[in-house]
């Protein structure tokens, strides 16, 4: 198995709807944030793995932390390739939320790629010191206020890597 991690660079942004239109958070006894959920994406370009045969298995897997290690509440809506919608197989931890999702990919790879993903990350009141400071790229004032940088860091919640089967 030979693995390549996709870490920086990734472009964060905010996207529609307006906040006041974003689902409510789902409270499951971790008081990391409080507020409504705001989606966001994050998008990275890579190339295809040099060295590839046409049938050699590669799969995109990404790793989450645990839900009460993560800096922020989030939901999954979607991950694109190549604006192509992945289906994805998720394994889950303990309390049933999901920590690792993979897909194969091989045949949708193409030799520049882009990988989105779509999600939706709580926001509002900050409740725990440690959350703020590991989210402190992101301002978060009074409820209904607008943030004033990009979402936070995906690399502090996820470990997104390409998976290549070198067993032919």
């Not at 897909?103 to 999600?119: G, T």
């Amino acid at each position: 198995m030979h693995i390549i991690r996709l870490r920086h660079p990734w472009q964060a942004a905010w996207r529609q709807p307006p906040l006041d239109d974003a689902p409510q958070a789902e409270n499951r006894g971790h008081d990391h944030t409080a507020g409504q959920l705001r989606p966001a994406s994050y998008c990275r370009k890579f190339h295809r793995p040099s060295g590839l045969n046409d049938h050699q298995p590669v799969a995109l897997v990404v790793e989450l932390a645990s839900v009460a290690a993560r800096p922020v509440q989030f939901a999954l809506h979607d991950i694109l390739l190549n604006s192509k919608p992945l289906r994805l197989s998720a394994a889950s931890d303990s309390d049933h939320s999901p920590t690792r999702l993979s897909a194969r990919i091989d045949s949708l790879l193409v030799p520049f790629n882009q990988l989105e993903i779509l999600c939706s990350l709580a926001v509002g009141e900050m409740v725990d010191t440690q959350v703020a400071s590991a989210v402190a790229a992101v301002s978060v004032t009074q409820r209904g206020d607008a943030l004033s940088a990009a979402p936070p860091d995906l690399c502090d919640w996820a470990d997104v890597r390409l998976e290549i089967d070198t067993t032919e």
